[in-house]
């Protein structure tokens, strides 16, 4: 290992063979064998190369990062140019590509700065113009208030080239403005003569009629709206999609201030919902009209009236196929027929009460059924079926009178109010002296049954009377 074996006479440095020469002297006076020195000095060699190592790995790391660097410097350098298509800038990276490292990036930094600051301004120039052409448009297009925030410039080409495109369409545009407020100019200026000649507010006038117009459309649209949810039963919640349409359906001309409640695409859109009820009204009659010939048919067939049920439901299919007859004409007619059959249910009842309150008069006992006096059975059914009368009466004046949520409202009918022949078929009642009665078809000791014919002679005029006990 070479060695200075000298002080630096000017500066006083200690340097490496001054250290050797004083180890040495140490080695002397302690007596040190030549083989310890040897092993000594081997190691100090060794350490002194590890050291030089470390170094060397250092500067090579740091020679790889400033080489990364240059080439990004580079790529950036590239990029910029072919953006801002500024060719003077083209030479850079070869003309310096001999230079040190560093002289390399000296030499890139300033025309990075450069180009940096270029492509800012170059971009606030296209931001400026593109915004320009954006609000021209929209007022163009009668949309001016819908714009939002400025329009993204595209960075990967802001060459002088695309620049002139923009201006040109700037300039195409400003000139179609231009021309179009002279045209605007031009009519107010004819409406203006006009108004003068005529003496009148003509501009206004043709304003007003217009909203007229509007309005009675949307009226009428919000009426056949409304008609048609009643007959299909539409759910609340469907129905407030279109408040917005039915608010004004009885508001006159001046009271409609409201910004677009007379907008042309909310009146398309009410012929729109028009359009597609009256197309599921059919069906929806064919389902409501037989909803009720079903509920016919249970009355009649617990009053042990006999009618024919095919008939019934081909004579309606053909009137709603036919369209001769109004919906709510057809439903208003079976809810009369349904109202007419249960009165006649009901009249039997009150011919059976009359006839065994004259057999127990003739007889002077009471006449049970299943040992329950029968008169009290059929004076709680009297009152239930009047209890629950009125209470379908209360909920139909609440929907005719538009009341939210009738539906939720309504409760199953109990089952103390069901029809007597109900009862009888199995069910269990209570009797006014509290006690539970079971109605089953066995008949009483005292009891003759009526037959099926004599139970619906009310119909054919034939007057039963129950049998002695």
Same mark, same amino acid.
């Given at each position: ?51 030089? /190592? ?80 954006? /609000? ?11 714009? =939002? ?107 409609? =201030? ?69 919906? =709510? ?141």
């Amino acid at each position: 290992m070479a060695v200075m074996d000298a002080q630096n006479p000017l500066l006083g440095e200690t340097t490496c063979g001054t250290l050797l020469q004083k180890l040495q002297e140490i080695w002397d006076e302690v007596g040190e064998s030549d083989e310890e020195r040897d092993k000594m000095l081997l190691q100090i060699e060794q350490d002194c190369l590890d050291v030089y /190592k470390r170094k060397v790995e250092q500067a090579a790391k740091s020679r790889a990062e400033l080489l990364s660097t240059l080439s990004d410097a580079k790529l950036e350098l590239s990029t910029l140019v072919a953006a801002l298509g500024d060719k003077s800038f083209l030479g850079v990276d070869t003309v310096k590509a001999s230079g040190t490292i560093k002289e390399q990036l000296a030499a890139i930094a300033p025309a990075l700065e450069q180009l940096w600051k270029q492509k800012e301004e170059r971009v606030k120039e296209f931001s400026d113009v593109q915004s320009q052409i954006q /609000k021209i448009c929209g007022e163009i297009a009668g949309s001016a208030c819908e714009q =939002t925030g400025a329009p993204a410039v595209d960075e990967s080409d802001l060459s002088l080239k695309k620049m002139n495109e923009y201006q040109a369409k700037l300039q195409e545009l400003q000139k179609e403005k231009s021309d179009r407020l002279y045209k605007v100019l031009d009519f107010v200026g004819t409406v203006h003569d006009l108004c003068a000649v005529l003496g009148v507010d003509f501009f206004i006038s043709d304003l007003n009629e217009d909203k007229k117009q509007r309005l009675h459309k949307l009226q009428e649209l919000a009426t056949k709206l409304i008609d048609l949810w009643n007959l299909m039963d539409t759910p609340e919640d469907e129905r407030r999609l279109f408040d917005h349409v039915t608010c004004n359906i009885s508001a006159s001309v001046d009271e409609v =201030t409201v910004p677009g409640a007379l907008a042309l695409d909310l009146i398309e859109q009410a012929e729109v919902e028009v359009e597609r009820l009256d197309q599921l009204k059919s069906n929806r009659m064919k389902e409501l009209a037989f909803k009720r010939q079903v509920e016919l048919e249970e009355i009649f067939a617990h009053a042990h009236i006999e009618i024919d049920p095919e008939a019934a439901r081909e004579k309606i299919m053909a009137l709603i196929d036919s369209g001769n007859v109004e919906p =709510t004409e057809l439903l208003a007619d079976m809810d009369n027929q349904i109202a007419k059959a249960k009165e006649e249910a009901l009249s039997m009842v009150d011919t059976l009460v009359a006839k065994t309150r004259a057999w127990e008069e003739n007889r002077g006992i009471t006449f049970n059924y299943d040992g329950v006096p029968l008169l009290a059975m059929l004076d709680e059914y009297a009152i239930l079926r009047q209890e629950r009368e009125e209470e379908k009466r209360r909920l139909r004046d609440q929907k005719k009178f538009g009341e939210q949520q009738t539906q939720n409202n309504k409760k199953p009918a109990s089952a103390q109010g069901q029809p007597l022949l109900d009862q009888l078929n199995g069910s269990r009642s209570t009797g006014k002296d509290g006690k539970r009665y079971s109605m089953s078809l066995a008949a009483p000791a005292n009891f003759v049954a009526i037959s099926k014919e004599d139970s619906a002679s009310h119909v054919s005029g034939t007057d039963p009377v129950p049998a002695s006990p």
